[in-house]
């Protein structure tokens, strides 16, 4: 099995963003001035597939939501996670689950334990990136 690793360079953020298609939004909040909606919204616009993760909730931005990682059965290539840094670990035994490619936790949030779980179990991660800010400054908008 390949190790996984801490992605940190400009390259290997661009290579992730412009190979995915299909992103996972957890924590993914149904209320428009939240930071996850605008963010998976924007995602949304630029071709990405996003499936919403958020106990509770049916639907968001038009997407079926799930309530959690587990729940999801078909490929995902991102796991994009809005949860305080404290509750990351049971997320990276699910995004393990689910083998996802990469699992990136967005600005603020940074998880070293779960980073060595993920990278251990194959996955790439990223940590304290919006993948939105990543996204506008490194990829060419039309690409997608």
């Not at 968001?60 to 729940?71: M, Q, T, V």
């Not at 290539?77 to 404290?86: A, E, L, Q, W």
């Not at 990278?119 to 940590?127: E, L, N, P, S």
């Amino acid at each position: 099995m390949k190790t996984g690793r801490i992605i940190t360079q400009d390259e290997n953020i661009r290579d992730i963003l412009n190979t995915a298609k299909t992103i996972a939004i957890l924590g993914l909040s149904p209320k428009p001035e939240r930071d996850s909606n605008r963010v998976a919204g924007y995602l949304k616009d630029h071709g990405y597939r996003i499936i919403p993760v958020r106990p509770a909730q049916k639907e968001i931005l038009g997407e079926k939501a799930y309530r959690s990682l587990d729940d999801i059965k078909e490929s995902v290539d991102i796991v994009s996670v809005f949860r305080n840094s404290t509750q990351i670990i049971p997320h990276a035994h699910e995004a393990i689950r689910l083998k996802s490619k990469v699992f990136w936790m967005q600005l603020n949030i940074e998880n070293r334990e779960a980073a060595d779980l993920l990278t251990a179990a194959g996955i790439d991660v990223v940590m304290d990136r919006c993948i939105e800010v990543e996204h506008e400054r490194l990829c060419n908008k039309n690409s997608l």
